[in-house]
């Protein structure tokens, strides 16, 4: 069994983006600049923009953070989305979901000028990833897609089960698993809440790709010897004992599936880290397009 460490990749990702930005920087080029907006004081969303302001720094991006209170306003958010699509130093930017529940989350990430979207969510990167395409591949899918590739998995052929049907995560990458690539040609099962008997789907999965947001849900009964697992859950689930008050789970008991796993991914450190580095290698794309262009 082989831990798919996501922290050491992401960090080699780093350095390959860092190497380019320092060669940016003697050439005298401008280098990436990425902004995030931040709309109250979830926990979890200020950990997570807080891990992508401190990369963006070791690895010479510029960052802009904006965060806004709680009881902002749609039309004030909107406004702010309207200035970074307009603003030319910012090459790409991203709004942590999820958003206070007065404002329509759709509304807003359809507002994201495609161009600037390094998160990959808008509908034109979807619809183009999808067609195989240029595109911005949303960062969870597009991290897993890469530690596969760096890691040797071989996907070509293998039956892939995706548990979980989100637009983030579950759907992008049933589509990539699929298509005609290096990390690609599987044949894929994307199941659900509503998929009946989902035990024998996973037991014939060659690989499993969880992102239901239920901790130890897959369990060692579930899988056969060999299987590659992917889990992308991350939960905060309470517990009085710890200092934080709460640990963090995966949607896979790692103690029961490991032992017959051929590969897999630990929470934290697997997936997780990898979605930052992604998100860093998408600014980088966009701000070599907006060079293009201009």
């Given amino acids: 069994m082989k831990i798919l460490d996501g922290k050491k990749l992401s960090n080699q990702i780093k350095d390959e983006i860092a190497v380019e930005v320092r060669q940016m920087k003697e050439r005298g080029e401008k280098v990436p600049h990425l902004a995030a907006v931040l709309v109250g004081t979830d926990g979890a969303s200020l950990t997570y923009v807080g891990s992508k302001v401190r990369s963006c720094e070791r690895i010479g991006f510029e960052s802009t953070l904006i965060h806004l209170p709680e009881d902002t306003t749609e039309t004030y958010l909107l406004a702010k989305v309207a200035e970074l699509n307009a603003n030319p130093d910012i090459d790409g930017y991203i709004v942590q979901l999820p958003l206070p529940r007065h404002i329509d989350e759709e509304k807003v990430l359809m507002a994201v000028h495609p161009d600037k979207d390094v998160d990959g969510f808008h509908p034109t990167n979807f619809g183009k990833m999808a067609l195989d395409m240029e595109s911005f591949v949303p960062a969870t899918p597009y991290g897993i897609m890469e530690m596969l590739r760096r890691n040797g998995v071989e996907t070509s052929g293998k039956h892939t089960v995706v548990i979980g049907r989100s637009h983030i995560v579950g759907r992008p990458i049933s589509i990539l698993m699929s298509q005609k690539a290096e990390a690609g040609n599987a044949t894929v099962t994307l199941t659900h809440s509503r998929t009946k008997d989902m035990k024998s789907l996973t037991l014939q999965a060659d690989i499993i790709v969880s992102a239901l947001g239920v901790p130890g849900f897959l369990t060692a009964d579930m899988v056969k010897e060999d299987v590659v697992i992917i889990d ?17 789970a995966g949607d896979v008991d790692f103690e029961g599936v490991s032992k017959k796993a051929s590969y897999i991914t630990p929470v934290p450190g697997g997936v997780g880290p990898m979605t930052i580095a992604m998100l860093l290698k998408n600014t980088l794309l966009a701000r070599e397009r907006h060079n293009a262009k201009n």
């Fill in 232 to 248: 992308v859950g991350i939960t905060r689930v309470p517990d009085a004992s710890r200092e934080r008050g709460y640990y963090i």
